[in-house]
């Protein structure tokens, strides 16, 4: 089977969160010479493929087959690609069945390798993931078969295939404030408590307040109001509360306590409740790590180009991974149509990808 044809057919799948729609079953058939093991839990669908080449290291390859609904107003079926003027058009063609397709392509062609190769795949990245990469990796550490290194094939490229790759990524700090006032007639201010009133002063140091300076791998950590409303929309009634919602993608120079911290300080003497919640850590795979070191060899091979490295960008898989001391970092196509209507990823890409996973595979030493 072609890159391409193998592609069309991972595109064919219905694999809307969390369901595969028998994706992995083609997969581990396709792979038959590797091994694999089937770790379903709840509604979730996941599969570790692998085979012992050797006593060196482990290296795995990781993704997702799910992809998010395709929405309306197509121009073609989003699950029947197209190639139209280099381009494949079809739900996930980047994010992420090219890298998804490029990996299994590289691995399929892999005759000998210094250790154990392997791939982790779910179909359940772009919900909750809850029950996917997370309980691939419980059961890797239970049986002592962790990878040592990782590479998760998201789409990472920025202008042209292969200008970057992503050695780490930020947290996501959610935040909830509400300021409690006591509601009455806008004619009697004097007999009613006003929460606006009371958070104007500190509004402006809320507001895209940095918590840090960033640092060689992060950009500063930023709050960024998302929501603020009081009141019943009329002009008679002073609010009883004011609701704030407010994100913070973190690097590894801000916790949430720090959030917690910076904000009850500026609420003190106000009638105040905070609720943060953190559903990702920030991480970062060392610059000098081996694994950036041979992917970036990989990538200068194939395109004659050093790739910048990067952190960039919302979450993914590798979160999982650098919790458990994996040295993970991720390359993939260009990331300018994910989730979009007409998704669409050049078929050049997806070959040069496949170049790039099999140049580290044969030059993998560990």
């Not at 509004?203 to 998302?226: E, R, Y």
């Not at 120079?253 to 009850?264: A, C, F, G, L, P």
């Amino acid at each position: 089977m072609t890159t391409q044809e193998l592609f069309f057919k991972l595109l064919r799948y219905k694999s809307i969160t969390p369901n595969d729609d028998g994706a992995f079953d083609f997969i581990k058939d396709y792979l038959s010479s590797y091994e694999h093991t089937i770790i379903d839990v709840e509604d979730t669908k996941n599969i570790f493929i692998y085979k012992r080449f050797g006593d060196g290291p482990h290296l795995s390859f990781a993704g997702h087959i799910d992809v998010v609904p395709p929405g309306d107003d197509w121009d073609s079926d989003p699950f029947e690609p197209i190639l139209k003027d280099g381009k494949v058009y079809a739900r996930g063609t980047q994010d992420m069945k090219s890298g998804v397709c490029a990996f299994i392509q590289a691995m399929k062609k892999t005759e000998n390798f210094n250790g154990t190769l392997s791939a982790i795949l779910t179909s359940d990245e772009e919900g909750d993931a809850t029950y996917g990469t997370i309980e691939v990796l419980k059961h890797l550490k239970k049986i002592d078969f962790l990878p040592n290194y990782a590479i998760v094939a998201e789409p990472t490229s920025e202008d042209e295939f292969g200008d970057a790759i992503k050695i780490g990524r930020r947290g996501s700090i959610n935040g909830y404030l509400e300021i409690q006032g006591k509601q009455g007639h806008a004619a009697y201010p004097e007999k009613s408590i006003n929460p606006i009133s009371k958070i104007s002063p500190i509004l402006q140091m809320i507001t895209d307040h940095f918590f840090d300076k960033g640092d060689d791998n992060f950009a500063p950590s930023q709050l960024v109001v998302t929501d603020i409303r009081a009141g019943m929309e009329v002009t008679n009634v002073t609010p009883a509360n004011l609701k704030m919602m407010f994100n913070v993608r973190n690097s590894t120079n801000t916790t949430k306590e720090d959030v917690q911290s910076y904000i009850e300080g500026l609420c003190q003497g106000l009638n105040f409740s905070l609720k943060l919640t953190q559903g990702s850590f920030p991480f970062v795979t060392k610059r000098d790590s081996y694994i950036v070191k041979v992917l970036q060899d990989a990538l200068k091979e194939v395109n004659g180009k050093t790739a910048k490295l990067s952190t960039v960008g919302g979450t993914s898989d590798a979160r999982y991974l650098s919790k458990y001391g994996i040295d993970s970092i991720e390359c993939g196509v260009i990331n300018d149509t994910i989730h979009s209507v007409n998704e669409r990823c050049g078929m050049d890409e997806v070959e040069k990808l496949e170049k790039v996973f099999l140049h580290v595979i044969e030059n993998f030493k560990g």
